[in-house]
């Protein structure tokens, strides 16, 4: 790899706009807390340290020894002298690698420890963040901050910072070595090394800068391609008549194409071109001034002096580059952390109370007293909701989609907290109560029923961790399933795929009621797909709701007549507000909302 090419943290050294932007202010406590993650390893940083500045400084003698070979060795013919001083050169080298590898071993565990620790705390943190912070933010977001950005921070204590410390030493010993020689070449050196470090920078940054534009272009024409040669994509084309349009689109970019690569391939060469002339001009310019001095000025400057001021200031153009390019990784690092530090510093807008009632033989009476709620402010979506579930009754929630069913039930385990209004669970506010108990106390099928990657069984047991395979086989007949699963090669160890999409999706929904029965809670919900079933797989999930509804405490949001016949009394929820409430007969004779949807959903889908 070229000098000024990829820093320690592999990658570029040059930082685009957009990163640019998002560099965080460096303040003394973001430092701090940046460190604070290393505390614990201070005794292994400390040993870190020490053998970096060993190797670094060991690996530096063999150019010093030059010197000796030439002087004591070549110039005096003293075989004994050249062959101690070469073996002695070897040694250094060897010394200096084995001690470099204990070293990268040291920073690698300090590394995968901090950010060990790192990812178990995000983990955890993001685990108890509400469910409104899932839904706002974006999922890709949410794990590149788990994954890309810890690995970011990885590279940063196993890279950036030994090698700031390893050159920086580099650095130091080299110079220190030069001036005990010569101060005037010394100075010279220390001249020239930026003279050559800058001018690489700048052919480097160029060069870049093309290929962020071959990049970017290239994604045009990947996008074209993705767009246009997909099966979906082609029919528009076709239905369209587009094809010209697109040859002609497609065409365009790819003339583009070929310009940045032919530039961007001859900036390259222009690049070698720039490295090569300085980094040989350096040493000449050392030689001729050495020569000058030692043949008019200095008759104590020797051949080996010469030879190993030559060979320091070469050894130091890499350092020179490296520190060059730290305060972009320097930058970059700290933007990494900042944006993990953004996340653990939210709170999770649910929390536990800070003096959580536990109730005593939970019964399941639910009371929305006046109830109001927006996920925006802007937007109110409940307004005034008042009920009573009582114990071992069912309520059905019906309305026009949108009207907000699914937000009602949502309040009760908390998943959001009210805006106005309470929700109480046996007489005590649910933001009193234990949050564990108060979500093991309800169960909520909803509609999109999600199963874990694994067994049927992995699924069942992550509601209730000791249940037996009698509970299990008990659980999944009630729920309609055993003859599915009976009828599996493998039974309860079938797999069910990635979110289970190797089942239909009413043995998804059947499994998921078998899970809710296994939990037991003592409030019943479920969330009526809206999605259609055919009506086979309909009816057996109503046969499997059906008996819960009759003889648990339940709330239903439902859409098919059947269910809605089944429960106790009928909420009609339109527009956030309760419209209607009262039995099927009394909503369809009233002739409101109810009877509209009667006639215009409900009779559709009745069995
Ligand atoms: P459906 O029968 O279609 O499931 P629903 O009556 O259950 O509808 P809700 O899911 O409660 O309706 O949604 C009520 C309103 O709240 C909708 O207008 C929806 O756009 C909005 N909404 C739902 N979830 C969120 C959210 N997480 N953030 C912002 N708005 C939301």
């Given amino acids: 790899m070229p000098p000024g090419m990829g820093g320690p943290m592999g990658r570029n050294s040059y930082m685009t706009d957009e990163e640019k932007a998002k560099v965080p202010k460096i303040t003394r406590s973001l430092l701090n807390r940046v460190f604070s993650y290393l505390k614990p390893y201070r005794l292994q940083l400390i040993l870190s340290v020490l053998l970096i500045a060993l190797s670094s400084s060991l690996s530096t003698m063999p150019s010093i020894l030059t010197g000796k070979i030439i002087d004591e060795g070549l110039i ?151 767009e246009t040669l997909s099966v979906s994509g082609q029919l528009l084309v076709k239905l369209f008549g587009k094809e010209k349009y697109e040859y002609r689109r497609y065409r365009r970019a790819n003339r583009k194409m070929i310009k940045l690569n032919i530039k961007q391939n001859m900036a390259g060469r222009w690049f070698f071109v720039v490295i090569s002339t300085f980094t040989n001009i350096g040493p000449m310019l050392l030689y001729l001034a050495g020569g000058i001095l030692m043949m008019k000025y200095d008759s104590e400057l020797t051949v080996g002096d010469i030879s190993v001021m030559v060979a320091l200031l070469t050894r130091m153009y890499g350092p020179v580059n490296s520190l060059l390019n730290v305060q972009v990784d320097w930058m970059r690092s700290m933007a990494l952390f900042s944006r993990i530090f953004e996340y653990l510093d939210m709170k999770p807008e649910i929390e536990e109370p800070e003096n959580p009632v536990r109730i005593e033989d939970p019964k399941g009476n639910i009371v929305f007293d006046n109830v109001s709620f927006y996920y925006d402010p802007e937007r109110m979506i409940l307004k005034n909701i008042s009920f009573e579930l009582k114990p071992g009754k069912s309520i059905a929630i019906v309305g026009p989609s949108g009207s907000g069913k699914s937000t009602i039930i949502n309040l009760i385990p908390r998943l959001y907290d009210v805006v106005g209004g309470t929700v109480t669970f046996d007489g005590v506010n649910v933001k009193d109560i234990e949050l564990g108990q108060l979500r093991d106390q309800v169960g909520i099928v909803s509609q999109e029923t999600y199963l874990f990657n694994g067994t049927i069984r992995d699924n069942l047991l992550y509601a209730k961790e000791d249940a037996t395979d009698e509970e299990m086989i008990e659980a999944c007949r009630k729920a309609n399933i055993y003859d599915f699963i009976s009828t599996q090669e493998n039974g309860l160890d079938t797999v069910v795929g990635n979110r289970g999409l190797k089942l239909s999706g009413g043995e998804k929904q059947r499994i998921s009621i078998a899970r809710i029965l296994l939990k037991n809670p003592t409030v019943f919900i479920f969330d009526e797909a809206t999605s259609a079933l055919d009506s086979i797989s309909e009816n057996r999930i109503q046969e499997a709701i059906d008996p819960i509804i009759k003889s648990k405490t339940s709330i239903l949001i439902a859409h098919r007549l059947s269910t809605i016949l089944a429960a106790d009394e009928i909420l009609v929820i339109k527009d956030g507000c309760i419209a209607e409430r009262g039995s099927h007969k009394e909503l369809v004779k009233a002739g409101g909302v109810y009877q509209e949807l009667y006639e215009t959903q409900f009779e559709k889908n009745a069995d």
Avoid: C
């Fill in 76 to 226: 005096k013919k003293d075989l004994n002298s050249l062959i101690f001083y070469i073996l002695m050169s070897f040694g250094l080298t060897l010394g200096a690698s084995l001690i470099g590898v204990a070293q990268s071993f040291i920073n690698t565990w300090i590394a995968q420890h901090t950010t060990y620790d790192m990812r178990n705390q995000m983990f955890r943190h993001l685990q108890m963040m509400s469910q409104r912070f899932f839904t706002s933010n974006n999922q890709g977001d949410i794990i590149t901050r788990m994954t890309s950005d810890i690995d970011g921070v990885e590279r940063v204590i196993t890279n950036t910072f030994s090698s700031i410390l390893s050159n920086s030493i580099t650095l130091i010993v080299a110079l220190v070595a030069m001036y005990q020689r010569n101060w005037v070449l010394a100075t010279l050196g220390i001249i020239i090394v930026p003279l050559f470090a800058i001018p690489t920078r700048k052919a480097g940054e160029t060069r870049w800068t093309l290929t962020q534009e071959a990049q970017a272009k290239n994604d045009e024409i990947n996008g074209i391609l993705n």
